[in-house]
């Protein structure tokens, strides 16, 4: 165990822009197993092939109360008729044991997070272009096309949240994007160490 607390990364994007994909491949190039991915809490039902604690933790709508109610959450929010947010417990224990804690999460629930964790650190990830964010999105065929329109839409106002993140890395190429992440990760945990 740790003498040292861990430290909490913000990580947010626009939609499309490659933020999971740049996450599982950190995660391969982890092998210390220093970095904890976040999960979050829903109440909606699960979707396919997702699993409880894999890829939400699936709660009711009174449990999720509940733990509003014991501030349970570093952040929440209802959307479309669900909940969904951040555990507290787990982050404040991956914390405790010096780790590094990622929050994947979307503009405004980081902007939440970032101000009620003055010492969280942002990275943003952006795309290379507008077009090339709309070419990504059209061809990863998995949303409607009024759906795309609509995070097109939203792209600039969430590209603009960027400038209150300390890193932002541009996902031109998702080898040279992750090497970037993991290096920003290396030097914050080093730079923590030595404090």
């Known amino acids: 165990m740790s003498n040292k607390k861990g430290i909490l ?21 982890d092998t210390e197993n220093e970095f904890m991915l976040s999960r979050s809490m829903t109440t909606r039902q699960p979707r396919n092939a997702e699993q409880d604690g894999v890829d939400y933790y699936f709660v009711t709508r009174e449990k999720f109360e509940e ?24 982050v404040e224990e991956w914390l405790a044991e010096g780790k590094t804690v990622i929050l994947e999460i979307e503009v405004q629930g980081a902007s939440k997070v970032r101000a ?16 090339e964010l709309e070419r990504r999105l059209r061809n990863r065929q998995t949303d409607s096309p009024e759906v795309i329109e609509k995070r097109i839409a939203l792209a600039p106002g969430e590209i603009a949240h960027s400038r209150f993140f300390d890193y932002c890395v541009v996902n031109d190429d998702i080898g040279t994007a992750t090497d970037e992440v993991y290096t920003i990760l290396k030097n914050l945990k080093e730079d923590n160490n030595n404090v």
């Open 9 to 29: 990364v913000v990580f947010s994007a626009p939609s499309g822009c490659g933020k999971d994909t740049i996450l599982r491949e950190l995660f391969k190039k």
């Open 67 to 90: 733990l509003i109610n014991n501030d349970g959450f570093i952040e929440y929010a209802e959307y479309n008729g669900n909940y969904y947010g951040t555990p507290k417990a787990p």
């Open 116 to 131: 009620t964790c003055p010492d969280s650190v942002g990275i943003f990830i952006l795309p290379p272009s507008l077009e």
